[in-house]
């Protein structure tokens, strides 16, 4: 007989029954506390269970509260009977009731056998640890808890943001280096006894008494020069949440479990019929005994802390609707804008999906109905061109598109005459990217050959919204990446412009475009610019106008299709 | 969440609860077998109404989930309905041929018999076509979640109502009594649904899908909505108040996260879309119970058994693992 149970109990009796049964049967004396608030009937009724099990025994029972003394007062109670009834035991193992042994016994022991003198338990100074969740490390030590911090919760945070204010601090006495880790852990007699009987244990006692979760730092702290050799790590398989709370394991994780090579896993949950089945049956298999390798299972429990502390970026629903400016990014994937280019040339979007690649829509917030490239009625996820369901909620309108079709770069054309309410929500996004060329929207209405008047007034609307998008782009608030140009410095340099555009949506692509739009003519504009402005709308979003003026006979030859 | 506020939701809280308390008066026994509930069941309540074809169905699948016992109000059903229900071990019925409308769609009901008999258990209240699934539901019992939300502190969970339909005319495949409904509407939308939050009560208001792409895309505003809170570890004065869309207190309803993180929620499978839809359009538009005074039964009715909801972007159900792939649901850091 080389190991003896600690079983710490206070919920599911029947599994910690078996458990307890298994380690007795198999040669492992079992000492057990119930914790003082399971009533009695039901302490009765767990006794009776362990009748004949072999080597068990119970403790006089207390009050275990969470986080306080009385767990490690516990622990102390049942390590002391356990040395007193098997002084010939080598290693003791605390363990709770949730706690299922993952190899068998015998391979538990020839490990321990293999170290004769090594203590498990993790064991690091404060200055390591990351995984309290409270923040409190360092101040474990110094602070005083009078109050439980599952119950009142905002007694004990106003009480240690008091002390904190006022400084105050408890000594920490000589000798002790304040030391956490795993309430689980699995000491040699020889340490356990070396804390137990230590003549300091009184002063030891009363400091602990008053520290913050004392099972996490007691006995990790007070083996640190009692014990010949410390292997800083639990036998124990534990995993926290991101609330601290254990995560559990089900029968689906038996496999993981099982490739863990971990000897004992908390915590089960008690349902896990499966689990208890497999691991404590008779036959159980020795495995290749190897060392303990939690790697995988690791992955998997921060994969899930992940999901919960920072979520899908782009995704909202009933589990995940940020507040706004909390989202950390709002769409799912890199968008682009374009405003303007498609005004100025012919069939842009095509030209621009053969160079950028991607999905190239028309104007998604187009006041009658959604583009979609391709003239499609629907898109991924079931969106619909409809523009009344879309403008129902026009960012989110957005939201899923891009959420849906992940992997696959979007990009659509925005002009002022489109339904601006979502361009707040596209300017304050550092995922979309807009390429814009002000005052662009003049150049259909040149062409449109409609009466004076009727351009005049659509003239001062369109300018009207673009010069609010040219003003957001600028704000303070702005986080878009926006390459903007007049349509006067366009018009001069356009193919430089357009290869600016391309390296900064599609930079991995740098070949040149061989091929250039083809622009419109803009045979008259300087007339029309001039007309407005004498009619009042002064067109100031197109840049220089004797730029426009020069520009379109100076530069048209670059834009003839370089091929032929 | 001032002082004033939070008194004005306790006043509405508490008047929900009298209301309840009258409209019990409504309700006649007609088998009570609460007194079999175990400590720790989880309860499930129902309001039905000539659901008789679909009950064995519903029962299965929520009794396969862990639900041990059902809290069921018919509502004057008069297809068998009742004497079904009678017969079944886990099952308590009561009666009432009082005004669905009311008893503002059955919650006035559902209130009173959670305050009766759901206290301190978890209880999923759901509509006999409604099927919740959750994270490793294929091979976790409802009772794992619960346990595990207990052992979060969490007292409630989200699931999105999430409208199935068959591919083709929706009388095409007539639904039989037993049948998996999700054999024949095994399609959905995958992504096109729209979130607001409720200032007031704090519970997020969805709506979307096949329902506001088909028939309210000239007034989406009306389009129904589909967040519900339908699993909530019940205390005696906690109130539902529009179907299961909202609950008081207010804390019930925040089962989202705002600060980016994702909490662990589900969906609930709304098997509607089938050949019965028919006589129960024709049926419910004549008594005028249903909510808005069944506009949406009205819309189906035009339509007629030749409605398809299906298009070449429909995603076809396989399980909860594609739901979460696909956002609608989340695992939260329960793993």
Redesign the interface.
């Given at each position: 007989m080389s190991l003896g149970i600690l079983m710490m109990v206070h919920t599911a009796f029947g599994r910690a029954a078996q458990v307890a049964r298994h380690f007795a049967e198999r040669g492992c004396p079992v000492v057990i506390h119930v914790d003082r608030r399971v009533r009695a009937k039901v302490v009765k009724g767990f006794r009776q269970s362990l009748y004949g099990a072999g080597d068990v025994h119970f403790t006089p029972r207390v009050r275990v509260e969470w986080g306080a003394w009385s767990m490690v007062e516990a622990t102390q109670i049942a390590a002391e009977e356990m040395l007193a009834r098997h002084p010939e035991v080598r290693h003791v193992m605390l363990a709770s009731g949730s706690c299922l042994p993952l190899r068998p016994v015998s391979e538990l022991i020839d490990y321990l056998d293999a170290h004769p003198d090594t203590d498990f338990i993790e064991s690091v100074t404060t200055e390591q640890v990351t995984w309290t969740i409270d923040g409190l490390e360092e101040e474990r030590f110094t602070l005083r808890f009078p109050f439980s911090w599952r119950r009142h919760r905002r007694l004990f945070d106003g009480y240690v943001r008091l002390q904190r204010r006022i400084g105050f601090e408890r000594r920490v006495p000589a000798g002790i280096e304040p030391h956490l880790g795993s309430q689980w852990w699995c000491l040699t007699a020889d340490t356990l006894r070396a804390i137990l009987e230590d003549p300091d244990r009184p002063a030891h006692d009363a400091y602990f008494r008053h520290v913050w979760i004392p099972d996490e730092s007691y006995f990790q702290t007070l083996a640190r020069g009692r014990s010949h050799r410390i292997d800083s790590r639990s036998l124990t398989l534990s995993k926290f949440d991101v609330g601290g709370k254990p995560h559990v394991f089900y029968d689906d994780h038996l496999h993981l479990l099982r490739r863990s090579d971990c000897f004992m896993a908390r915590k089960i949950w008690p349902g896990a019929d499966l689990l208890y089945e497999t691991f404590l049956s008779p036959s159980a298999e020795r495995t290749k005994r190897t060392e303990p390798d939690p790697g995988k299972i690791d992955r998997v429990f921060a994969r899930a802390n992940a999901r919960r502390a920072h979520g899908r970026p782009g995704l909202y629903n009933q589990g995940r609707f940020p507040h706004w400016g909390w989202e950390g990014r709002r769409t799912a994937a890199r968008y682009t804008v374009l405003s303007g280019f498609d005004d100025l040339f012919e069939d842009f979007p095509a030209w621009f999906a053969k160079r950028a690649g991607g999905r190239v829509h028309g104007h998604l917030y187009h006041p009658d109905r959604v583009e979609f490239a391709g003239g499609e009625r629907l898109v991924r996820g079931n969106l619909t061109d409809d523009a009344r369901l879309r403008d129902h909620r026009p960012e989110q309108f957005l939201f899923n598109l891009l959420w849906s079709t992940r992997g696959e770069r979007q990009t659509f054309l925005f002009g002022p005459g489109d339904r601006q309410r979502v361009a707040d929500m596209m300017m304050g996004d550092p995922d979309a990217t807009f390429g814009m060329v002000t005052g662009a929207w003049i150049v259909p209405l040149l062409r449109s050959g409609r009466p004076f008047p009727e351009v005049q007034a659509e003239a001062a609307r369109l300018q009207r919204a673009e010069m609010r998008l040219i003003e957001m782009s600028k704000a303070r608030w702005a986080r878009a990446r926006v390459l903007s140009w007049s349509l006067a410095e366009l018009v001069t340099a356009p193919m430089d412009r357009l290869q600016a555009l391309l390296d900064e949506v599609a930079p991995r692509d740098r070949a040149q475009p061989t091929e250039a739009p083809v622009m419109h003519g803009l045979d008259g504009l300087p007339d029309l610019l001039r007309r407005l402005r004498d009619n009042g709308v002064k067109p100031v979003v197109m840049g220089d106008l004797r730029q426009i003026e020069r520009g379109p006979t100076a530069t048209m030859p670059t834009l003839r299709p370089a091929a032929g | 969440m001032g002082i004033l506020s939070s008194y004005q939701m306790r006043i509405r809280r508490r008047r929900h609860c009298l209301r309840a308390r009258r409209k019990s008066r409504e309700l006649r026994a007609v088998v009570d077998r609460t007194g079999t509930i175990r400590r720790g069941a989880i309860l499930a309540m129902t309001t039905l109404r000539n659901e008789r074809v679909r009950l064995p169905f519903f029962l299965d699948y929520h009794r396969r989930l862990g639900v041990g016992h059902f809290l069921m109000v018919d509502n004057g059903s008069d297809d068998g309905s009742a004497d079904y229900l009678r017969e079944q071990p886990d099952v308590s019925l009561w009666r009432t041929g009082a005004s669905y409308k009311a008893s503002r769609f059955g919650m006035d009901w559902l209130n009173w018999l959670g305050h009766r008999h759901c206290h301190g258990h978890w209880t999923l209240t759901v509509d006999p076509d409604e099927f919740l699934v959750f994270p490793?539901c294929d091979?976790?019992?409802l009772?794992?979640l619960t346990?595990?939300l207990d052992?979060?502190?969490v007292r409630s969970f989200?699931?999105?109502l999430l409208d199935m339909y068959p591919k083709g005319p929706i009388d095409a495949q007539p639904y039989r009594e037993g049948d998996d409904p999700f054999e024949i509407a095994a399609w959905f939308?995958?992504?096109?649904?729209?979130?607001?939050?409720n200032a007031t009560y704090g519970n997020?208001w969805?709506?979307g899908g096949?329902r506001?792409?088909a028939f309210f895309?000239?007034?989406?505003?009306d389009a129904p909505a589909l967040?519900k809170t339908p699993l909530v570890r019940w205390r005696r004065g906690y109130a539902y108040l529009s179907s299961t869309h909202t609950l008081l207190p207010r804390g019930l309803n925040q089962?989202?996260?705002?600060?980016?993180?994702?909490?662990?929620?589900g969906v609930l499978l709304h098997a509607k879309f089938l050949d019965t839809l028919g006589a129960k359009a024709t049926e419910e538009m004549e008594r005028g119970q249903h909510y808005r005074s069944s506009t949406e039964y009205r819309a189906y009715a035009e339509r007629g058994g030749g409605l398809d909801l299906w298009?070449?972007?429909?995603e076809r159900y396989v399980n909860w693992r594609q739901l979460e792939i696909l956002?609608?649901?989340?695992?939260?850091?329960?793993?």
């Open positions: - | 490793f091979v976790r019992p009772k794992a346990d595990w052992g979060s502190n989200g699931a999105m939308d995958g992504g096109n649904y729209m979130i607001e939050r997020l969805i709506q096949p506001a792409r895309a000239d007034r989406p505003k967040n089962t989202y996260d705002r600060t980016g993180g994702e909490k662990a929620t298009t070449e972007w429909s956002g609608l649901m989340s695992k939260g850091n329960w793993a």
